[in-house]
T-cell receptor, first 112, second 117 residues
Framework: GENVEQHPSTLSVQEGDSAVIKCTYSDSASNYFPWYKQELGKRPQLIIDIRSNVGEKKDQRIAVTLNKTAKHFSLHITETQPEDSAVYFCAASKGTGGFKTIFGAGTRLFVK | DTEVTQTPKHLVMGMTNKKSLKCEQHMGHRAMYWYKQKAKKPPELMFVYSYEKLSINESVPSRFSPECPNSSLLNLHLHALQPEDSALYLC????????????????FGEGSWLTVV
C-alpha cells in the first residue's frame, strides 16, 4: 500500500524566515496531495493541495511543488509568523472506489 | 459551509461498556471516513464509506463497528474496548468525483476524545 514519508519531524525557524517541509510517496498511482495544519487540540485543516497534473501551486505565503517522477512534494511557507506554529501533515490519495488518504508522520513547526 | 459535526466531544467508557460516536455532514458529500489519531501521530485511516457502502476497512478490530444509516450520517459503535484504544476519533467527509485528475479534499470534524478506563 501507499507509504508517505515526511521530513523533518521538527522544524524551528525565526519569524520572517522561510520553512520547507518535504514528503515522498511510494504509490505512483496517487494523484492528489493535500497539506493539513493541525493546531494543538484542534482538527486537521486543509491549507493547500495539488493534483498530479500540476507542478506547482501558490496561495499567498504558502506554496506546494510536486515532482511526479521523483515522487516528491514539498510545502514552502514564506515570511513565517508565530501563528504558523503547528503540526503540518502531508498526505497522498488516489481514487479507488472510496478514497484512501494516507498521511505523513507530521512536522512540528515552531516559529520563534 | 464545510461543517462536519461530531458527538460527543468527550467520552469516558469502561472496558465492558457499549457506546457510539456519531457524525453528521450536510455538504452532500458521498464519502465518509473514520480516522483514529493518537497523540503526536498522524490520523490513521480506519474505515471509508462510499455511497453509503463500506468500501475500505483497514483491518480494524471488530470491537469497532461502523454504520452508515444514510448519506449524511456515520456512526462508530464501540464495544469491549481496551485502554490502548484511547485516542481522538476523527470523522471526515469528501465529495467523490472521478477522472484522471480527480482530487479528494477531506474535511474533518472536531473529533471525539475517547478515554477507555
Amino acid at each position: 500500500g501507499e507509504n508517505v514519508e515526511q521530513h523533518p519531524s521538527t522544524l524551528s525557524v525565526q519569524e520572517g524566515d522561510s520553512a520547507v517541509i518535504k514528503c515522498t510517496y511510494s504509490d505512483s498511482a496517487s494523484n492528489y496531495f493535500p497539506w493539513y495544519k493541525q493546531e494543538l487540540g484542534k482538527r486537521p485543516q486543509l491549507i493547500i493541495d495539488i493534483r498530479s497534473n500540476v507542478g506547482e501551486k501558490k496561495d499567498q505565503r504558502i506554496a506546494v511543488t510536486l515532482n511526479k517522477t521523483a515522487k516528491h512534494f514539498s510545502l514552502h511557507i514564506t515570511e513565517t509568523q508565530p501563528e504558523d506554529s503547528a503540526v503540518y501533515f502531508c498526505a497522498a490519495s488516489k481514487g479507488t472506489g472510496g478514497f484512501k488518504t494516507i498521511f505523513g508522520a507530521g512536522t512540528r513547526l515552531f516559529v520563534k | 459551509d464545510t461543517e462536519v459535526t461530531q458527538t460527543p466531544k468527550h467520552l469516558v467508557m469502561g472496558m465492558t461498556n457499549k457506546k457510539s460516536l456519531k457524525c453528521e455532514q450536510h455538504m452532500g458529500h458521498r464519502a465518509m471516513y473514520w480516522y483514529k489519531q493518537k497523540a503526536k501521530k498522524p490520523p490513521e485511516l480506519m474505515f471509508v464509506y462510499s455511497y453509503e457502502k463500506l468500501s475500505i476497512n483497514e483491518s480494524v478490530p471488530s470491537r469497532f463497528s461502523p454504520e452508515c444509516p444514510n448519506s449524511s450520517l456515520l456512526n462508530l459503535h464501540l464495544h469491549a474496548l481496551q485502554p490502548e484504544d484511547s485516542a481522538l476519533y476523527l470523522c471526515a467527509s469528501s465529495q467523490e468525483f472521478w477522472g484522471q485528475f480527480s482530487g479528494n479534499t477531506i474535511y474533518f470534524g472536531e473529533g471525539s476524545w475517547l478515554t477507555v478506563v
